[in-house]
């Protein structure tokens, strides 16, 4: 570990002090929601165990998120489902919105709002950058020329004006944020109270964004360092092959092929050698060897299939996917379980929302797995 840089710049004061984990707690727990249309085009919504009709008529899109569920109906109107109700937001004119797991953030021309916790609020009327996590929305206001942060209720801008004007690369993971400033070309990060300049100068900067981390290739030193936590640690002496971000965690090929983690501060090897592939999201690893199917899960190897599947979806400790018979197979808790929908229906396909999983039958059925119980 080394020392981080001594630039800082206070900009959310006590109110971060309680850090992210304290939000996320005092918010309801995310999941139990999905969204999908019937044969007769009808928009349902499922929530906890029912399933609702929302629409008559065929919504043009929607988007499912932690606590809430976003669409534009069949009359351009754009509404919001939470806590059973649904509201009309906007009338037309929404066409770019972002669900998370705790917030929702639309745009329509240069206006940008947020809809949090049962309330809409403009953010900025002249922006056309904007990155949205969990739990933070980070955006530039050219108006204003100031680089702006919103969270749990309010914007906060005024000290951010001192980080430099416009964004030339932005990602916000679930309560952190990373950017690159255009005319200045400085690298910050944003997290818990505090604004930190990383590097100063950059020509370009190879970064990934976590819960609680930041990956990225140092300019001054080329090494690969992760900002975890609010300090700063050497994780490799070269650029890594390639890199995936989940919960606290990078997962990533080093330069010679081994597969490892950086994990709570320290780095382990999951394999000496490449997988063929590897995806991270949340808290799961999923990849394969050779012919085989795998994920690293609280820090133990589990093989899910003997093959790799035609078809699978991962969240955060659930991974579906079709067996070779074309059935629907749920891998939890080190264990993959055979879902019993019936006799002779066929799987056309599937989505994984969190932790509902719709399932399209062969009849253009939607059938819903939630909680261990089909619905």
């Not at 700063?232 to 081994?258: A, C, L, T």
């Not at 709570?264 to 799961?284: C, H, L, N, Q, W």
């Amino acid at each position: 570990m080394i020392k981080k840089p001594e630039v800082k710049i206070m900009f959310l004061l006590a109110l971060f002090m309680i850090g992210p984990f304290s939000f996320l707690v005092t918010k309801s727990q995310v999941g139990g929601l999905a969204a999908y249309s019937d044969f007769q085009r009808r928009f349902y919504i499922f929530d906890h165990g029912q399933k609702k009709l929302a629409e008559e008529q065929l919504v043009k899109s929607f988007k499912v998120g932690g606590n809430s569920v976003a669409y534009v109906d069949y009359g351009d109107n754009f509404k919001v489902y939470e806590n059973g109700n649904i509201k009309t937001l906007e009338i037309g004119s929404v066409r770019n919105y972002v669900v998370t797991d705790y917030l929702m953030a639309y745009s329509m021309t240069d206006i940008l709002k947020v809809y949090d916790n049962g309330k809409t609020k403009m953010l900025s009327s002249a922006t056309k950058d904007f990155a949205i996590g969990d739990s933070i929305i980070v955006y530039y206001d050219y108006y204003f020329n100031s680089i702006n942060a919103y969270y749990r209720g309010k914007i906060y801008s005024k000290r951010l004006r001192w980080v430099g004007s416009k964004i030339s690369k932005i990602q916000a993971g679930p309560n952190i944020a990373a950017l690159i400033t255009a005319e200045d070309r400085n690298f910050w990060i944003f997290y818990k109270g505090e604004t930190e300049l990383i590097n100063e100068f950059v020509e370009n900067v190879d970064f990934k964004v976590g819960m609680d981390i930041v990956a990225y290739m140092d300019h001054n030193t080329r090494t690969f360092k992760a900002y975890y936590k609010g300090e700063i640690y050497d994780v490799e002496n070269f650029q890594p092959k390639s890199y995936w971000m989940g919960h606290g965690r990078i997962v990533y090929i080093d330069e010679v092929g081994n597969f490892k983690t950086f994990y709570e501060g320290k780095v382990a090897t999951i394999a000496s050698y490449e997988p063929t592939f590897y995806r991270v999201r949340d808290s799961m690893i999923i990849y394969q060897e050779l012919d085989r199917f795998k994920c690293f899960y609280k820090e133990k190897t589990h093989e899910i299939a003997p093959y790799l599947p035609e078809k699978y979806d991962f969240q955060t400790n659930i991974v579906a996917y079709l067996d070779r018979n074309r059935s629907l197979q749920i891998f939890k808790n080190g264990e993959s379980k055979l879902l019993n929908y019936g006799a002779n229906i066929m799987i056309n396909d599937f989505q994984l929302l969190r932790d509902v999983v719709v399932i399209n039958t062969d009849v253009n059925k939607t059938i819903i797995y939630y909680n261990g119980q089909i619905y």
